[in-house]
Nanobody, 120 residues
Framework: QVQLVESGGGLVQPGGSLRLSCAAS????????IGWFRQAPGKEREGLAC???????FYKDSMKGRFTISRDDALNAVYLQMNSLSPEDTAVYYC??????????????WGKGTLVTVSS
């Protein structure tokens, strides 16, 4: 059983930055992906960025250059650095795990999410 715990959310002003953390435990697979997703009120969950067990990152096109995903194997953690935040980035942010691919509709395990609010 893989468990994921997100942290780092909170209130940030427009134009600010935030780094989210995802602590993973119970991972036993040689290959896997961990991704960051978000869901804003009234909107569908969307994928933002993923990183596989080889360290290769993948980004949603619209997030490239503004969001950076990284991992620390020693800490079993995956991070999402978010810059130039705007109110449109307000959402609950989730990390998720899968053994095959990084797709919002098929991730095997999900964290409970962390709320990011961008407001002045």
């Amino acid at each position: 059983q893989v468990q994921l715990v997100e942290s780092g959310g909170g209130l940030v002003q427009p134009g600010g930055s935030l780094r989210l953390s995802c602590a993973a435990s119970g991972v036993r697979d040689n290959y896997y992906v961990i991704g960051w997703f978000r869901q804003a009120p009234g909107k569908e969950r969307e994928g933002l960025a993923c990183i596989n067990s080889n360290g290769t990152p993948f980004y949603k096109d619209s997030m490239k250059g503004r969001f950076t995903i990284s991992r620390d194997d020693a800490l079993n953690a995956v991070y999402l650095q978010m810059n130039s935040l705007s109110p449109e980035d307000t959402a609950v942010y989730y990390c998720a795990f899968d053994r095959v691919a990084c797709r919002a509709w098929s991730m095997e395990y999900w964290g409970k999410g962390t709320l990011v609010t961008v407001s002045s």
